[in-house]
């Protein structure tokens, strides 16, 4: 038998290189990859200076030109269904271009910005206003991007939310 196995090894070891080869996961674009967070990462830089500027509704429309596709898709639950007609981008636009003005905020914190292919992660925390008393707490979100020609054409996302603090109006967390 130790000699069927020894003969089996070579063949094991060239399947191993074979489906390690041909593995997605493994087939990396490093440079790719690295614009497409680059991408992302000066989106959110360009948003962010809109919104430390207060500029935000008059320059929203040339931040969505600049890095969303056209046929930019909007999977985050919140702003699937944006009111009124036009794509995707063009009721993110509006949104923006119709919120209240707000106290600045200081922007969030990067804490991770992850590609693989087309897509790009990037982990952010924030602290937020506790709606029942008012004190910040930590927020984390995470978004995710597909990119293409150097444009955002997908996005999802989910956060923490700011739950109200326990014995204040708020059932206590299990």
């Not at 897509?119 to 925390?125: E, G, K, Q, Y």
């Amino acid at each position: 038998m130790p000699k069927f196995t020894a003969a089996l090894k070579p063949v094991g070891i060239v399947c191993a290189v074979l489906l390690a080869s041909a593995s997605p996961a493994l087939a990396h674009d490093a440079p790719a990859e690295a614009a497409n967070k680059q991408v992302v990462l000066d989106f959110y830089q360009a948003l962010n200076a809109a919104d430390a500027a207060g500029t935000t509704k008059t320059q929203i429309q040339a931040i969505a030109e600049k890095y969303l596709s056209p046929d930019y898709v909007q999977h985050a639950e919140p702003l699937v269904d944006l009111p009124g007609p036009g794509t995707a981008r063009d009721k993110l636009v509006r949104m923006f271009q119709a919120m209240p003005a707000m106290k600045a905020m200081p922007a969030p914190r990067t804490i991770a910005v992850m590609a693989e292919g087309d897509r790009v992660m990037m982990l952010t925390a924030r602290e937020l206003p506790d709606p029942a008393t008012g004190r910040m707490k930590q927020a984390y979100i995470f978004n995710m991007f597909r990119v293409k020609n150097a444009k955002l054409v997908e996005h999802w996302d989910v956060g923490t939310p700011t739950m109200p603090t326990p014995g204040a109006g708020a059932p206590p967390s299990p």
